[in-house]
Each structure stands twice: as C-alpha cells, then as structure tokens.
Antibody, heavy 118, light 107 residues
Framework: EVKLVESGGGLVQPGGSLRLSCATS????????MSWVRQPPGKALEWLGF??????????EYSASVKGRFTISRDNSQSILYLQMNTLRAEDSATYYC?????????WGQGTLVTVSA | DIQMTQSPASLSASVGETVTITCRAS??????LAWYQQKQGKSPQLLVY???TLAEGVPSRFSGSGSGTQFSLKINSLQPEDFGSYYC?????????FGAGTKLELK
C-alpha cells in the first residue's frame, strides 16, 4: 500500500524558515518523481515543484512563486521527501501536500498546515 | 504559463441530477488534463487523467471529455458522496497549474 505522511508544519514568524518532511512507503522511492502542492485556507491548489527520479538525476523544478526561497530534496536511503522553506511570508500560509509523481497525482499525503504569522 | 479557467465556480444540484463542469486551457494541452475531487478537510483524489481515462476505483458515473483547450467533467446521477470541490489540472509540461475549482453543493 502506497503511503505518504507529511510532518513539520506549524506556526512560524514572517521571514522565518521551516522544513517539511514526507515519509513514504509501499513503493520504490527512487523510481518516482515526487511533488509538493499547497492549498491556502479556502483557496485553490497550487503546484510548487517536483524532484525527479533516479533515472533523471534527481533534478528539480519549481513554480515561479517559490523559486529561490523553497528547496525540494530527498533522502533516498530513508524514502523521505523534504521541502525547505525560507523567507516565509504570510501568503505562504497553507496546507502543504506531498504527492507521488509529477502529475497526474494518484497518491497524496494527508497534508500539514503551515501558518506564517507574527 | 498555461492558465486553466474552470467554470462554474459553484454549482447546486440534487441527488440523481447530472452535472457538467468545464475547464479551458489558455493554450493547446492536447489531452493532458486531469480532474480531482476534494472533500472538506481531505486530500484531493484523482478522478480522471489524460482527459478521459478514469483513475482506478472511480465510479463510471464520472466521465471526462475534450482535447486541445476545452474540457469537461460530467457526473451522471449524482450521489451524496459526490458533493465537494473539483479541480482541473493540466499535466503538459511545467509549471503545472490547477483551475480555481468548482464547489458542488447539495441543493
């Protein structure tokens, strides 16, 4: 059974940093692209970026809204996906989801809530 | 970037009715279009990909159609569990973008 479990969300001050984790199981982690998607409260889904699989060199792509502030990485030995978020702003407040693949997303985590507020 | 315009933004319907949600892409995305359902407080669930292919386990009352720039999701004979929000997303290159969503409510 494919499982994705996010953690690391919480309250952070504007300008601060946070690292989210997505622990995975039930599939061969290195075979898959992994993605991050977020959803502000009451708003639409927004793709943030992905990290490619082993065959494609684990390179990354990002949306313009987070490029340069957010970094996606992976620990292939532990099958964990990360999202390092720096210079956080109020508009980054959202539920953050990890998803398997680059799209379409058949598997999602349950999400972790990030609130950026003083 | 490809923009996805979804309509209507909200929709009220009764159990047993048939409804259609549309999604328009700002440029040709061929058939690289997915639909997701999201219930309140839950993660999105994939319904349709490649415009018309049902994801595993999705009931046959859901159907997707379209290609190029115009797409639709049709739900026949609405069931109580179908109420929630629906999002389209193109999967033709990056950045991947979602529509603004359609909230389907019980009339």
């Amino acid at each position: 059974e494919v499982k994705l479990v996010e953690s690391g969300g919480g309250l952070v001050q504007p300008g601060g940093s946070l690292r989210l984790s997505c622990a995975t199981s039930g599939f061969t982690f290195t075979d898959y692209y992994m993605s991050w998607v977020r959803q502000p409260p009451g708003k639409a889904l927004e793709w943030l970026g992905f990290i490619r699989n082993k065959a494609n060199g684990y390179t990354t792509e990002y949306s313009a809204s987070v490029k340069g502030r957010f970094t996606i990485s992976r620990d292939n030995s532990q099958s964990i996906l990360y999202l390092q978020m720096n210079t956080l702003r109020a508009e980054d407040s959202a539920t953050y989801y990890c998803a398997r693949d680059k799209a379409p997303f058949a598997y999602w985590g349950q999400g972790t809530l990030v609130t950026v507020s003083a | 970037d490809i923009q996805m315009t979804q309509s209507p933004a909200s929709l009220s319907a009764s159990v047993g009715e048939t409804v259609t949600i549309t999604c328009r892409a700002s440029e040709n995305i061929y058939s690289y279009l997915a639909w997701y359902q999201q219930k309140q407080g839950k993660s999105p669930q994939l319904l349709v990909y490649n415009a018309k292919t049902l994801a595993e386990g999705v009931p046959s009352r859901f159907s997707g159609s379209g290609s190029g720039t115009q797409f639709s999701l049709k739900i026949n004979s609405l069931q109580p569990e179908d109420f929630g929000s629906y999002y389209c997303q193109h999967h033709y290159g990056t950045p991947l973008t979602f529509g603004a969503g359609t909230k389907l409510e019980l009339k």
